[in-house]
């Protein structure tokens, strides 16, 4: 239950560096995943053991970012081929 946040947080963000033209530089990209990963170890208590828990939780929020970000690429690329293809009615 613990590791929820920085799974849905780093698939929420990835959605959205696909969506979003704002989010497009890469130095936004990186703080956002930095403070979502800081944010998750804080949350689930995972701090006042070591705060080596950070470089874990930031690379989980990156990775799942980034999955997310290239499967919602891959959706709209699939789907704007798939409008194409229709015939006209």
Do not use: C
């Not at 929820?4 to 703080?31: D, E, H, K, N, S």
């Not at 997310?68 to 015939?87: L, N, Q």
């Amino acid at each position: 239950m613990e590791e929820l946040f920085p799974i849905v947080g780093g698939v929420l963000l990835g959605f959205a560096f696909a969506g979003f033209a704002p989010l497009q530089p890469v130095w936004i990209r990186i703080t956002l995943v930095v403070v979502l990963g800081v944010t998750a170890t804080v949350l689930s208590g995972e701090a006042e053991q070591n705060w080596g828990f950070v470089l874990v939780d930031i690379g989980e929020v990156g990775l799942l970012a980034w999955i997310a970000h290239v499967a919602a690429g891959a959706f709209k690329t699939w789907y704007s081929k798939r409008d194409v293809a229709r015939p006209p009615p």
